[in-house]
């Protein structure tokens, strides 16, 4: 080994000061190389160290620090404050019966919009501030009104079978994702009533990509063919003559929701199969049947019947569809508004059968031995009282009884003559 010499070495050395680096310490280190700052906030390097310039609503050396709005209690009169970045949002409190509401951004105006609000029909005014701080209000119809002062007839109905048929328009979209999220966002809501176990609510879309809902023996169904098959049922029966509002919507899959009687705040039913729709086009669900469909849709559908009974507040993508609209299409059988009336309620069926509410009419489901539409006809018979106690031989002939218990009374039965 060759011992050290300062006579024969040659060259230098540099030893840095912190902050520099390089042969000859010439370069000076970025210390915000590393991305330090948070929320959004830029770097400024110095030499052997940064400074974070934070962007409103942040504080601290990294900006790591949420500045809390609400700290300086800003909401008025009960409201509740939540923090957001650089600002804070208000929830106004719950107003007493009688008395108007707090609004504004702090909570600190009376809304006084409904003093003289012209909704109809029933519909619940929201007094709202609007941005020039003037007091106006908005109107939450109820089931069956439509447009802004809730005074626009949403119902209609088929009390023969037919259907609507309409086109849809086309929002045209610039870019893939956004045909993607359209079609995404297909959402089909209405609410209706009947007593028939199966037939057609609507179908949308072309023989090889559609989105149907039916009845099906009482139960709801929607489909959708998009390559692949997807459907989901709503198993409970819904041909009870009440109203009920359905709701099928695509997501990552095929959902369908339920509000009515035995589910007042919802109940959902899903399919999470591959979601074709993805790769579909809007134009693929321009065409729309309300209430039916033609012959040849007839094979993709359970039941290619028509619909008969009520429907309204139909919202074909969140847009509500008028029945006064409806009309103006190619149509067979829509009404205006909802007309029904309670075949069971008097005794049709003479109390010779069961009566079945067919919406139109009734029908008469007799005991035996009555026949007849209204169960009227018989073919003579005998009431005895008690229960049969023995069969009868007769010249070694068996003779056998066709017995009916009487529904009002179990002890009595009918012989035919």
């Not at 039916?292 to 919202?315: F, Q, R």
């Not at 018989?378 to 009884?401: A, T, V």
Request: glycine share 10%; net charge negative; charged share 20%.
């Amino acid at each position: 080994m060759t011992n050290f010499s300062y006579d024969i070495a040659a060259g230098f050395i540099c030893h840095c000061l912190p902050g520099f680096a390089g042969y000859n310490c010439s370069v000076n280190v970025d210390e915000c190389e590393s991305a330090p700052c948070h929320h959004g906030g830029s770097c400024q390097d110095h030499v052997n160290s940064f400074q974070c310039l934070c962007p409103e609503g942040f504080t601290g050396v990294l900006c790591e620090v949420d500045i809390n709005e609400c700290d300086s209690n800003p909401c008025q009169n009960g409201a509740m404050c939540e923090d957001a970045a650089n600002s804070y949002r208000c929830h106004c409190p719950m107003s007493e019966p009688g008395q108007e509401p707090w609004g504004g951004r702090d909570c600190d105006v009376k809304l006084l919009g409904c003093r003289q609000h012209q909704c109809q029909h029933g519909a619940t005014c929201v007094p709202i501030l609007n941005i020039d701080r003037g007091h106006s209000y908005i109107c939450i119809c109820p089931p069956g009104w439509g447009a802004e002062r809730c005074n626009t007839l949403t119902t209609f109905s088929f009390n023969i079978e037919g259907y609507v048929h309409m086109q849809l328009p086309v929002v045209k979209n610039s870019t893939k994702q956004e045909a993607a999220d359209k079609t995404q966002g297909l959402h089909m809501q209405l609410r209706f009533r009947s007593t028939l176990p199966s037939m057609v609510l609507y179908y949308r879309g072309t023989m090889e990509h559609f989105l149907s809902l039916e009845l099906v023996d009482g139960s709801l169904q929607a489909t959708v063919n998009s390559g692949s098959l997807l459907k989901v049922v709503y198993p409970s029966p819904v041909n009870d003559g009440e109203w009920h509002q359905v709701t099928v919507t695509m997501d990552e899959g095929l959902v369908l929701t339920v509000k009515g009687p035995g589910c007042k705040e919802g109940c959902q039913v899903r399919n999470e199969g591959h979601n074709h729709l993805i790769f579909l086009q809007p134009s693929f669900f321009q065409q729309l049947y309300i209430g039916g469909v033609p012959l040849e849709y007839a094979s993709h559908l359970s039941s290619g019947k028509g619909y008969i009974g009520c429907m309204e507040d139909l919202k074909v993508d969140h847009k509500l569809l008028l029945p006064q609209d409806l009309i103006r299409e190619e149509n067979k059988g829509l009404e205006l508004g909802c007309s029904k009336k309670n075949w069971c309620s008097e005794d049709i069926c003479l109390e010779h059968g069961q009566c079945v509410d067919m919406w139109v009419h009734a029908n008469c489901v007799c005991y035996r031995p009555y026949y007849g539409s209204h169960c009227e006809k018989g073919n003579g018979s005998y009431i005895y009282k008690g229960l049969l106690s023995k069969i009868l031989f007769m010249d070694c002939w068996m003779i056998y009884l066709a017995l009916n218990l009487k529904k009002d009374n179990p002890d009595s039965f009918v012989v035919p003559k």
